[in-house]
C-alpha cells in the first residue's frame, strides 16, 4: 500500500466553487507539505506544517487554506477555485530527524477549473 | 530570477549514450542539494543526493561545485528506463526549492 495517499486523484470543478484535497500518510512523519506543479515550473510549496498545531504558508498560499486534522492527515482547501488554479497537486511528508529531509511524495491530484 | 534553474532539454540520446545536465541555484546559503526523478507527471522521488566531492550510484554521478553553484547529473549506458524529468533540488533548513526539471528521452 501507499504510504502517501491523495483523493481525489482527478477532479473537475468550476469557478468559484469549493474544494478540497486530502493526503493521509502512513509513514509516521511529523512535517507534511502541499505543492503545486504547473508546465515549466518548479514544484511551489503552498503550505507546510510541522506537526498538528503547526501550520505556516508557503511561497504561494493565497487563495488556499489548509488543516491538519491529524499527524497522519493534511487537507488543502481552495475557497473559490479560479481557472489559474488548475494544476497537479502534490502532498509530501518528511522525517526531520533524517539527515537531509528527504521528502515522500504523494501521488498528485490532476486539478482543472473551469 | 528563479532559485533554481534547470536547461529543460529535452535531452534525446540513443541507448548506451551519456548524457550529463546541470543545474545553477542563486542562494549561497544552500544546505543540501538533490536530484529527484519524475516520470510523466508522476510524484517526484529521490534519485539521489549531491556531495562537493561527487558521488556516483550505479551509472549516475551526482557532482556539486560551490563556488559556482551549480550541480550537475550524469547518466552513463543510458537505458530506456531512464526516460524521465530530472527536477534538481536545493533545500534551506526545511525548505525545498524545485527546478522545473530536465527531461532526458533514450530510444532504442
Known amino acids: 500500500d501507499a504510504d502517501v495517499t491523495q483523493t481525489p486523484r482527478n477532479r473537475i470543478t468550476k469557478t468559484g466553487k469549493r474544494i478540497m484535497l486530502e493526503c493521509s500518510q502512513t509513514?509516521?512523519?511529523?512535517?507534511m507539505y502541499w505543492y503545486r506543479q504547473d508546465p515549466g515550473l518548479g514544484l511551489r510549496l503552498i503550505y507546510y506544517s510541522f506537526d498538528v498545531k503547526d501550520i505556516n504558508k508557503g511561497e504561494i498560499s493565497d487563495g488556499y487554506s489548509v488543516s491538519r486534522q491529524a499527524q497522519a492527515k493534511f487537507s488543502l482547501s481552495l475557497e473559490s477555485a479560479i481557472p489559474n488554479q488548475t494544476a497537479l497537486y502534490f502532498c509530501a511528508t518528511s522525517d526531520p530527524g533524517t539527515i537531509y529531509n528527504e521528502q515522500f511524495f504523494g501521488p498528485g491530484t490532476r486539478l482543472t477549473v473551469l | 530570477r528563479k532559485e533554481v534553474e534547470q536547461d529543460p532539454g529535452p535531452f534525446n540520446v540513443p541507448e548506451g549514450a551519456t548524457v550529463a545536465f546541470n543545474c545553477t541555484y542563486s542562494n549561497s546559503a544552500s544546505q543540501s542539494f538533490f536530484w529527484y526523478r519524475q516520470d510523466c507527471r508522476k510524484e517526484p522521488k529521490l534519485l539521489m543526493s549531491?556531495?562537493?566531492s561527487g558521488n556516483e550510484d550505479g551509472r549516475f554521478t551526482a557532482q556539486l561545485n560551490r563556488a559556482s553553484q551549480y550541480i550537475s547529473l550524469l547518466i552513463r549506458d543510458s537505458k530506456l528506463s531512464d526516460s524521465a524529468t530530472y527536477l534538481c533540488v536545493v533545500t534551506n533548513d526545511y525548505k525545498l526549492s524545485f527546478g522545473a526539471g530536465t527531461t532526458v528521452t533514450v530510444r532504442a
Open positions: 549531491v556531495y562537493s
Open positions: 509513514k509516521g512523519h511529523d512535517r
